[in-house]
């Protein structure tokens, strides 16, 4: 019972030894007087070992003198004793206080600042106003206003659009997040023409206003004016500039590729093998064992400790077991199916992520070629997307 | 004496009532052979690591084993642990 042992320990108990001739008299009497003992064991004819609490002792006593036994106390155990032996160090309670006093007001400070998610503003920009603000490596935490210092960033850094700052522990996150720029727009009443803004093939012009100076089938590069702003009507004389407005869809290409060698040389471990072992503190390196390197071909695989690991927080030593295998070069020829479809996986992967999105795809051109042992690949992919792109005259 | 023993027997029958309190003799409860709880006794005689002699009404409870411990002992309740092998009544 848990919470039996956890009261004895609490409350306090002492193991006693009695010694005498009448021990069942003398346990039927501590019966009888109301005095708990548990955990009898008798350890020779006239010596029994027994627990009884603090206050149950003393009266004990009076019952050992009535059967004529010994008591003797072998071991005081519980929270009371202890409690008395630490009330005569004065100092270490002292000493105990004011460790706990400097833990808690050390980590009241702020050790260690970091910003996430910028990408375009340094983040010593960030920091330096919110150094100007007051909040600094060293400023304590219970005396900072994290509200009013991020609307501060705020005001200050244009190109923010949302700040939240946390404490977590002595280490301050400033998560931030940044505007995206809004696409340049011209106003209605400016002229204007539609340029383009790639190479492309016109399938489709829609003009809204203006004037189409392409059709179906035109090649064009960029900078090239698609939909012109200046209107001109010879009969009447009239030549005026309006807003250019209208979509422009062209065939775009996207094109990508790579060459892989058909040819490989793999290392192929022959099953002799060296382990050394490095300490790696900081930066530095020290080696335990001396093992120079003997193979001429080799793979090294590392495998390192960290022993003083909690949490996230980690102390710069590092145990480092280095196995160094000796290996042979072997030539091999890969199948050439294999590496085709890889590869055409590869670049596929590599195009989508080029193609802006909600686009439609025509068509997809694939190509291979093998010349000395080479494999190039060559993928082109259709799509028809607006090219479009308003620019002033 | 031996009439209104009788007597009180067959009232806590009819009554259903627990004989143990009616009858003043004790409840023995066992968990296997390692746990032994003696309720309503009255004293205890010898007790030796082998062999516990407890008084009960009307005679003895001696039980015999191996590392017996006397865990708790109290005005109304022993209990024993250790590796129990025997116990026996007598008058």
Redesign the interface.
């Known amino acids: 019972m848990l919470v039996l042992r956890l009261w004895n320990y609490l409350s306090g108990y002492v193991i006693i030894q009695i010694e005498g001739l009448a ?2 008299e003398f ?2 009497i ?3 007087r ?1 005095i ?7 350890k020779n ?1 006239t010596l ?1 070992e ?1 627990k009884v609490s603090i206050k149950d002792h003393r009266k004990i006593i009076k019952v050992a003198k009535i059967t004529g036994s010994n008591i003797d106390v072998i071991k005081k155990i519980g929270y009371p004793f202890w409690f008395n032996k630490i009330k005569k160090r004065k100092m270490l309670i002292f000493g105990a206080f004011f460790s706990l006093i400097l833990l808690i007001t050390m980590f009241s400070f702020i050790f260690d600042i970091e910003v996430i998610g910028n990408e375009t503003i340094p983040s010593e920009k960030i920091v330096k106003i919110l150094n100007d603000s007051g909040l600094s490596i060293g400023s304590n935490r219970y005396f900072i206003n994290l509200r009013e210092i991020e609307n501060n960033l705020l005001l200050n850094i244009q190109e923010l659009s949302w700040v939240g700052i946390e404490i977590s522990g002595v280490k301050l996150k400033v998560n931030v997040v940044e505007k995206t720029p809004a696409p340049l727009k011209i106003h209605k009443d400016i002229p204007s023409n539609i340029v383009a803004k790639k190479y492309g093939i016109i399938e489709k012009v829609i003009v809204k206003n203006g004037k189409a100076m392409v059709s179906e089938g035109d090649i064009v590069s960029p900078g090239d004016i698609l939909i012109s702003g200046h209107m001109e009507i010879e009969d009447l004389g009239i030549s005026q500039y309006l807003h250019a407005y209208g979509e422009v869809y062209a065939k775009t290409y996207y094109e990508s590729e790579k060459t892989v060698d058909l040819i490989k040389t793999i290392k192929e471990k022959t099953g002799e093998k060296v382990t050394r072992k490095i300490i790696k503190l900081g930066k530095i390196e020290i080696m335990l064992n001396k093992t120079n390197n003997p193979y001429s071909t080799y793979v090294i695989q590392r495998e390192s400790k960290k022993p003083f690991k909690c949490r996230n927080i980690e102390l710069p030593v590092e145990i480092i077991t280095e196995e160094i295998y000796e290996t042979i070069e072997i030539k091999k020829t890969a199948d050439i199916e294999k590496e085709k479809e890889v590869l055409h996986r590869i670049l596929i992967e590599e195009l989508l992520d080029k193609i802006p999105r909600n686009l439609e795809i025509l068509n997809s051109y694939t190509n291979f070629i093998i010349k000395n042992d080479k494999l190039k690949c060559n993928i082109i992919i259709e799509v028809i997307e607006d090219i479009g792109e308003e620019k002033i005259q | 004496m031996k009439n209104s023993h009788e007597i009180k027997r067959k009232l806590a029958e009819s009554l259903e009532l627990p004989k143990d309190i009616i009858l003043d003799i004790p409840k023995i409860t066992m968990i296997g052979d390692i746990q032994m709880n003696i309720e309503n006794h009255k ?7 082998n062999c516990i002699r407890i008084k009960i009404k009307d005679g003895i409870l001696k039980i015999m084993g191996k590392n017996l ?7 109304d309740e022993i209990v024993i642990i250790g590796k129990i092998q025997q116990v026996e009544f007598t008058l």
């Open positions: 021990l069942e346990i039927n501590c019966i009888n109301n708990y003992l548990w955990d009898i064991y008798k004819n029994i027994a | 004293g205890i005689i010898e007790y030796t690591n411990l006397l865990k708790i002992i109290l005005k």
